[in-house]
């Protein structure tokens, strides 16, 4: 199975996964929500208790301001002592709230049993929307001349005020709808029976009004509740985002721990193992290449030098195998480090082709090097790149059958790089067999049948290489035509070429002369005759 077949695979497995989670987590909502009877989920029932004991514990002193406030404009037409009596009543159902509201604070739990502390609630504050609701019959049986010509201020201000504490409640217990019916409806019915008791259009408009009002505020507290869940629904998917995050961070910084152990065990054994194979390889081709060329005398049994030969011949292949995973090793570990300096490409595709010769001669194969003229030189890794050119030309080789063609390409790209490429006549690769080839290891099915055995170690190499270069592989096969694989180098990498200065002594000599409209006329002044050495005069 390829690399690509393995992922689609894994990709459907986490499809499927997935739409089966989600048609789980659909059951299991359904069946808690036939369970309750509504549609929160308990986590979020809790969170909307408490933020409905917040909000009550925090606007405590602004909603006895507000009672005392209608305690003192309700004197102008009912006795006082109704409205004192009525702002107790309402002092004392909202200290009864607050206490239930602190020992919510302090005893609930998400996880406890959230239908007692929901009954609770609906209590007090059923009884708080009662006494509430006693304002409007503050005053009400009240008779007095000077009370009648303030009936009309006293209904209206009563409707404000409802409107008021209507909107304030809203505010309140828009997280739990239940607790806004049983706080508000009683007013709202008291207020609308009053008005309607005065048998006057004017208040049966009032009271219609009221009503309407009041159905307002449901949907707006409807809204407000939609919001608050959806608000909970986010941030209930961020702490769980948060979570798998973290989660999945853990497992990462374990992967990539046993990943780095893994790489550090890796390297030490390809370190142990190229050391303690090479030690015995060398002796071993060594000993046979001495067998094998009779440096100390012909064998009596002629067999035994050919078996000499084979012996030195799988001791180079294993050679040659411990290396290429030695190279991929370091490749893949970044460890390769360029040795670059200024080369031709012509050059390393002569010399390679000059190595593999006797190879391709003992296929009968006909190797041709076609290099454009004139080409610059490049900054490379002169060994890696050797190594690139001979593996594709031993592969094109290896794969090509007897009487084949084998072409080595050097040119020069449109754009300025520079293109080494490597065609055969040999039986091709299938397309879906490219990727395999390109990895480790990985060999095509017409390769075991047409050529000899190999690694599959010479194109991830090439690959590596290139890429450590800036370039470009490219690989382009068709069955029965033959292979051609391909590096490009980039632009930057050639080398330009510089003019040639001109030489520093004719530059000397062309400062010195001064050109002949410029020359003057100069005296020539003989040299002094040079006299012998006189002796020193002695005092």
């Known amino acids: 199975m390829d690399k690509e077949t393995r992922k689609q695979i894994l990709a459907e497995l986490r499809t499927r996964h997935a739409a089966r989670k989600r048609t789980d987590d659909d059951v299991k909502a359904a069946r808690d929500r036939l369970t309750r009877g509504s549609e929160i989920k308990p986590e979020f029932e809790y969170e909307?208790?408490?933020?409905?004991?917040?909000?009550?514990?925090?606007?405590?002193?602004?909603?006895?301001?507000?009672?005392?406030?209608?305690?003192?404009?309700?004197?102008?037409?009912?006795?006082?002592?109704?409205?004192?009596?009525?702002?107790?009543?309402?002092?004392?159902?909202?200290?009864?709230?607050?206490?239930?509201?602190?020992?919510?604070?302090?005893?609930?739990?998400?996880?406890?049993?959230?239908?007692?502390?929901?009954?609770?609630?609906?209590?007090?504050?059923?009884?708080?929307?009662?006494?509430?609701?006693?304002?409007?019959?503050?005053?009400?049986?009240?008779?007095?001349?000077?009370?009648?010509?303030?009936?009309?201020?006293?209904?209206?201000?009563?409707?404000?005020?409802?409107?008021?504490?209507?909107?304030?409640?809203?505010?309140?217990?828009?997280?739990?709808m239940s607790l806004l019916y049983v706080g508000t409806i009683p007013m709202t019915v008291a207020v609308a029976t009053r008005l309607i008791l005065l048998h006057e259009?004017?208040?049966?408009?009032?009271?219609?009004?009221?009503?309407?009002?009041?159905?307002?505020?449901?949907?707006?507290?409807?809204?407000?509740?939609?919001?608050?869940?959806?608000?909970?629904?986010?941030?209930?998917?961020?702490?769980?985002?948060?979570?798998?995050?973290?989660?999945?961070?853990?497992v990462s910084d374990e992967a990539r721990k046993r990943a780095e152990a893994g790489s550090k065990a890796k390297s030490r054994f390809l370190a142990t193992m190229s050391h303690e194979l090479r030690t015995p390889l060398n002796a071993i081709m060594g000993f046979s290449e001495v067998m094998k060329d009779e440096l100390f005398g012909e064998h009596a049994t002629p067999l035994y030098r050919d078996y000499s030969r084979d012996i030195y011949e799988s001791g180079r292949h294993l050679l040659q195998l411990i290396n290429e995973i030695l190279d991929l090793s370091r490749i893949e570990a970044g460890r390769y480090e360029l040795v670059e300096e200024r080369a031709h490409l012509g050059d390393i595709a002569e010399d390679c082709k000059r190595l593999l010769a006797l190879r391709a001669s003992g296929k009968g194969l006909q190797v041709t090097l076609?290099?454009?003229?004139?080409?610059?030189?490049?900054?490379?890794?002169?060994?890696?790149?050797?190594?690139?050119?001979?593996?594709?030309?031993?592969?094109?080789i290896k794969f090509t059958p007897k009487g084949g063609n084998v072409t080595i390409t050097v040119a020069q790209t449109p754009d300025g790089g520079q293109r080494m490429a490597v065609r055969d006549t040999g039986p091709g690769i299938p397309e879906d067999e490219i990727p395999k080839v390109l990895q480790a290891f990985g060999q095509g099915s017409l390769a075991h049948e047409t050529a000899e055995g190999g690694?599959?170690?010479?194109?991830?190499?090439?690959?590596?290489?290139?890429?450590?270069?800036?370039?470009?592989?490219?690989?382009?096969?068709?069955?029965?035509?033959?292979?051609?694989?391909?590096?490009?180098?980039?632009?930057k990498r050639v080398l330009a070429t510089v003019a040639p200065l001109q030489p520093l002594g004719a530059e000397r000599h062309r400062q010195a002369v001064p050109p002949p409209s410029s020359r003057q006329p100069r005296l020539r002044i003989p040299p002094k005759p040079t006299s012998p050495t006189r002796p020193p005069r002695v005092a």
């Open 201 to 250: 259009p004017f208040y049966y408009a009032l009271a219609t009004m009221a009503v309407g009002v009041h159905v307002y505020f449901i949907f707006l507290a409807k809204g407000l509740q939609q919001t608050t869940l959806q608000m909970l629904e986010f941030r209930a998917q961020k702490d769980i985002l948060i979570a798998e995050l973290d989660e999945e961070k853990l």
């Open 370 to 396: 076609d290099i454009a003229a004139d080409l610059p030189q490049v900054w490379i890794d002169v060994r890696a790149m050797r190594q690139i050119c001979l593996n594709l030309l031993s592969n094109a």
């Open 455 to 491: 690694t599959g170690l010479g194109l991830p190499i090439v690959k590596s290489l290139a890429e450590l270069h800036d370039g470009v592989f490219e690989l382009q096969s068709e069955l029965r035509k033959g292979t051609e694989v391909s590096v490009t180098l980039p632009a």
């Open 48 to 176: 909307l208790m408490a933020m409905f004991a917040r909000n009550e514990l925090s606007a405590a002193v602004t909603i006895w301001a507000l009672a005392a406030i209608f305690s003192l404009a309700s004197m102008f037409w009912a006795p006082w002592a109704e409205g004192c009596m009525w702002l107790l009543l309402v002092i004392g159902s909202k200290v009864v709230l607050l206490q239930l509201c602190r020992r919510f604070e302090r005893e609930a739990r998400p996880d406890g049993d959230l239908g007692v502390w929901r009954r609770r609630f609906l209590l007090a504050e059923l009884f708080n929307g009662v006494v509430w609701a006693g304002f409007a019959l503050v005053g009400m049986d009240s008779q007095s001349p000077l009370e009648q010509s303030a009936v009309f201020s006293s209904h209206v201000f009563i409707f404000a005020s409802r409107i008021v504490l209507l909107a304030v409640r809203m505010t309140f217990t828009s997280s739990m």
